[in-house]
């Protein structure tokens, strides 16, 4: 079975700063994608940024990017210039790749703060 | 639609009746999640469907959940003599194909409440 560690229930962050948000997991697949999902107030969940486990390259989205280290099976996700936007609930998230269900397992959620 | 639309947004029921909930997903993806989200944030996945056909069950209570995918008709959650331990964000995911890493694309969620 494959679990999702976020160890960070909370932060905070000053506007136009950065910060990083920490994901490990455990799996003993060789073939998996990542995810992180925003969850603003308004409860919807955003797709925010996709890796593959067999491309090398971190992922970037905009003022997103990770920074993905599979023999520490680890998956951070930076923030650049932080905007009061951003302010959210942020889950982790994982999806084996072959054959299976394809479900998402998520980790607990780091609640972000950006603060003005 | 482009966006996965879930119903009601907020259901309240008390302890021992029925609740039904709907999810439509996007139109042209073959894939449907639904997972439940409890107070403390934990997403639990519950079940998934190719079509109509149920492709992964392990997640759900197998007593007094039920779900389906009929052709033509939104994808539905039923919840049998519900317990105060239901109360949760059920969310109903969509993906295109299966696997690849395809992203799953989510409702809103439907808030329900059981008294």
């Known amino acids: 079975a494959q679990t999702v560690t976020q160890s960070q229930p909370e932060m905070s962050v000053q506007e136009a700063e950065t910060v990083t948000l920490s994901c490990t997991y455990d799996?003993?697949?060789?073939?998996?994608?990542l995810f992180w999902y925003k969850q603003p107030p308004s409860r919807q969940m955003i797709l925010v940024i996709r890796?593959?486990?067999?491309?090398?390259q971190n992922a970037t989205e905009n003022r997103f990017s990770v920074n993905f280290q599979k023999a520490a099976k680890s998956f951070s996700l930076k923030i650049s210039d932080s905007q009061l936007g951003d302010t959210a609930m942020y889950f982790c998230?994982?999806?084996?790749?072959?054959?299976?269900?394809?479900?998402?397992?998520f980790g607990k959620g780091t609640k972000l703060s950006v603060i003005p | 639609g482009e966006e996965v639309a879930q119903t009601p947004k907020h259901l309240v029921r008390g302890e021992g009746q029925k609740a039904k909930l709907y999810c439509a997903p996007i139109k042209g993806h073959s894939y449907v999640f639904w997972y439940q989200q409890v107070l403390k944030n934990e997403f639990k996945f519950l079940i998934s469907f190719q079509n109509e056909n149920v492709f992964d069950e392990t997640g759900m209570p197998k007593e007094r959940f039920s779900a389906k995918c009929l052709p033509n008709s939104p994808c539905s959650l039923e919840i049998q003599a519900t317990k105060l331990e239901d109360s949760a964000v059920y969310f109903c995911?969509?993906?295109?194909?299966?696997?690849?890493?395809?992203?799953?694309?989510f409702g809103d969620g439907t808030r329900l409440s059981i008294l």
């Open positions: 799996t003993s697949e060789n073939n998996y994608y």
């Open positions: 998230a994982f999806m084996i790749s072959g054959a299976g269900s394809y479900q998402l397992t």
């Open positions: 890796q593959e486990a067999y491309k090398q």
């Open positions: 995911a969509s993906s295109q194909f299966r696997g690849r890493g395809q992203p799953q694309h």
